[in-house]
């Protein structure tokens, strides 16, 4: 029985043996892939952190240009209140300018025989001036030896030219 004792213990020792080749054979290729992944994660690291670094220039750019754009939206407010306030005034304006044309058409329309008559009187007067100037200068003509007839003849020349 001593014998089945050294041949199990070195069965054993056998099986040990093959469990520790097998386990180093394991343990190398899980080294080996582990290794591997070490790699990877330092490549990613490092495009990590530049895409971290771009990223928070990104992220500045995007803040300045959003505080620009804040800046400007504020500006243009006023410009758009001050258009604003144009419009309230051209339409005030032009709302006065109804106004006044109403007021002028209704006082026309109740003086418009008024002012038919001054109309008149004023043509009236015209013709008064006109005849009184070709008296004088027919006066003036007669005092001066010229008769009428010469007169209107010597316009005419004058006219021409």
Do not use: C
Not at 85 to 107: A, E, P
Not at 115 to 123: A, E, K, R, T
């Amino acid at each position: 029985m001593e014998i089945l004792l050294y041949l199990s213990a070195i069965v054993a020792a056998i099986s040990f043996l093959f469990l520790v080749i097998f386990l180093s054979i394991t343990l190398r290729s899980l080294r080996s892939t582990l290794d591997n992944v070490s790699r990877t994660l330092s490549g990613l690291e490092k495009q990590l952190g530049g895409v971290t670094r771009e990223t928070t220039e990104l992220l500045h750019k995007t803040n300045s240009l959003a505080d620009d754009i804040q800046k400007k939206s504020e500006s243009l407010n006023s410009v758009i209140e001050a258009v604003k306030d144009v419009g309230h005034s051209v339409k005030k304006f032009n709302q006065s300018l109804q106004n006044i044309t109403l007021t002028v058409n209704q006082k026309l329309e109740q003086n418009k025989d008024k002012i038919s008559q001054v109309v008149q009187l004023g043509n009236v007067l015209f013709e008064l001036r006109d005849k009184w100037k070709a008296r004088k200068t027919q006066n003036n003509s007669y005092k001066r030896g010229i008769h009428p007839s010469d007169n209107a003849l010597r316009e005419k020349e004058r006219s021409r030219y």
